[in-house]
Structures are given as structure tokens and as C-alpha cells.
């Protein structure tokens, strides 16, 4: 196994979990992505595991699954929006076809800024973006091989961009 065509990175709300069904249909292969496999072998939300336990532990539960899934996942892969957090995660993305997503901060408010389920943004979106984006614009931009940006584009053209762009 060679590892996943295509890894998809970017903040959350950005579209990687729509943009990487849409490329597994059009090349075939199948679509994976970490966030759904957490959820699925704790059995809870994503959004519980961070109440519950606390953000270091969702870490290591998404730098395990991140791990696993370059391993064993040949089609589209879509990380959860910290996973670039890790140094040793970066590591292992360097060996693959990373893209990232992006999107400007009134895009982001407006896709993610109402829905409370994304713990990271709960409390004040716009200004939590603002911070979340100036410390990992730096760590996506390190393991990406491109940065296609979303804005005014529909999922089909943002699935075409990645194509293009590797
Ligand atoms: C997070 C992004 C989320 C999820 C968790 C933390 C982040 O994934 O992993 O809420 O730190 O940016 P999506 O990017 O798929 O929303």
C-alpha cells in the first residue's frame, strides 16, 4: 500500500470532508477521514470528547488516528483541522500528497461561527479564528504541497483545483 492520493488539511468548516467525497467519487477510490474514525471508535462526538477529556487527550487520539489512516487508507484522506498541531504528525505528512484548504475569516464566521459543536470556536469566532489561523497558517503551509483557496468557488470547483494543483 502506497499510502492515500490525495490528504486534505485545513481549518475546520473549510470543506474537506465535502471536497474529499466529491474526489473519491470522481477517482474512484474510497474517502476517509479521521475525525469520523475517532468518533467512531470512542462512540461519542468529537465535541464530548473535548468536554469530557480534555483537548491533549482528543491530541493523541487524532495524532494515533492520523498515523493509522496514512498507513492503511489508499483513497482520499481528510484530517481534522488541528492535526497539523503535532511535529511527528508533520513529519509523516511530508512523505505524502498534502492539499490545503483555505478560506478568509468572514467565509469561516459564516460557515462555523454558529455551529457550537466545533468546541475550538464556541465563544467568540471571529477573533478565535483570527489566533487559530495566525499560529497554523505556518504549520499547514510546512506539510502542504498546495494551498487552493475556496472562497466564491463551489465544492466541484475546489475538487478540480486540488486536482490541478498536484
Ligand atoms: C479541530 C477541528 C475539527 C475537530 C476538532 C478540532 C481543530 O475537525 O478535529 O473539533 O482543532 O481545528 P474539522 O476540521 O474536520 O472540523
Known sequence: MTGP??????????GKTTVGE?????????????DADIVAA?????????VDEGEAYFRALEKAAVAAALTEHDGILALGGGAVLDESTRALLAEHPVVCLSMDVEEAVQRTGLNQ????LAVNPRKQWRELMESRRP?????ARAVVPTDGRTPDEVAQAVLDAL
Open 5 to 14: 492520493k490525495v490528504v486534505l488539511v485545513g481549518p475546520m468548516g473549510v
Open 22 to 34: 466529491l474526489l473519491s467519487e470522481r477517482l474512484g477510490v474510497s474517502f476517509r477521514d479521521t
Open 42 to 50: 470512542q462512540g461519542r462526538e468529537i465535541s464530548d470528547i473535548f
Open 117 to 120: 459543536a466545533r468546541p475550538l
Open 139 to 143: 504549520l499547514y503551509a510546512e506539510v
